[in-house]
C-alpha cells in the first residue's frame, strides 16, 4: 500500500514526469539510430566473383560439403566422405539430429578444429548438455585431443592434401 502511495506521489511530481520523459525520448531517438544504423549500410558482397555467384545459382549446381568440400548428393542429410550433416533439415530431423550433435562431439574429441575459449567452452558446455553425468567422460577426451593436436600438428580447416608422390 505504501508502495502504490509513492508511486501514485511520484506521478503528481512534476520533475519525475519531466524527467521520466526525458528518458523515454532519450532511449526512442538511441532505438531509432540503432535501427537506422543497422540497415543504413550496403549488403555485404560475396566473397567470390559474380561469374561464380551464378554457377552457384544454377540448378545443376552440385553441393559441396562444408567440412571437407567433397561433392555429394543434393538428397543426402550427411557427407559420404567425412559425415559431417549437409542436408539442409538434417539438424531439424527427429532423428537424423542425434548424429549431427553426435559428428559434432565427435569434432571436440578429436582436436580437429579452429581453437579459441569460445569454442572450447562451447563443446565443455554441449558435452554437458548432452552426456550429463558422463559430461565429465567427455570432457576428459576433448581435453585428451586438444594436448594430443597441440603436440602434434596445428588444426587443420582444409581437407587433407594427397601426399605428394615418390615420382615427383
Ligand atoms: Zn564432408
Known amino acids: 500500500m505504501s508502495l502504490l502511495g ?3 506521489y511520484l506521478k503528481d ?8 520523459l526525458g528518458i523515454a525520448i532519450l532511449l526512442c531517438l538511441v532505438l531509432w ?7 543504413s549500410g550496403p549488403p555485404q558482397p560475396d566473397p567470390w566473383s ?15 560439403c562444408h567440412r571437407c568440400l567433397a561433392p555429394h548428393d543434393s538428397q543426402v542429410d550427411f557427407c559420404p566422405d567425412c559425415g559431417a550433416p549437409v ?18 562431439l565427435r569434432i571436440g574429441a578429436s582436436g580437429d578444429f579452429r581453437r579459441s575459449p569460445l569454442t572450447i567452452a562451447g ?12 559430461a565429465p567422460v567427455y570432457w576428459f577426451m576433448l581435453l585428451k585431443g586438444l594436448s594430443v593436436r597441440c603436440q ?4 587443420s580447416d582444409l581437407p587433407p592434401q594427397d601426399a605428394p608422390s615418390a615420382g615427383d
Open 50 to 64: 559474380e561469374e561464380v555467384a551464378a554457377e552457384i545459382a544454377k540448378d545443376d549446381a552440385v553441393p559441396l
Open 6 to 8: 509513492s508511486t501514485i
Open 123 to 134: 563443446f565443455l558446455l554441449l558435452g554437458m548438455v548432452e552426456y550429463a553425468l558422463f
Open 87 to 104: 542436408g539442409p533439415y538434417t539438424n531439424w530431423l527427429p532423428y537424423p539430429y542425434l548424429f549431427s550433435i553426435g559428428h559434432t
Open 13 to 20: 511530481d512534476p520533475t519525475t514526469v519531466v524527467g521520466v
Open 33 to 39: 539510430r540503432l535501427f537506422r544504423w543497422l540497415f
Open 152 to 155: 602434434s600438428e596445428p588444426p
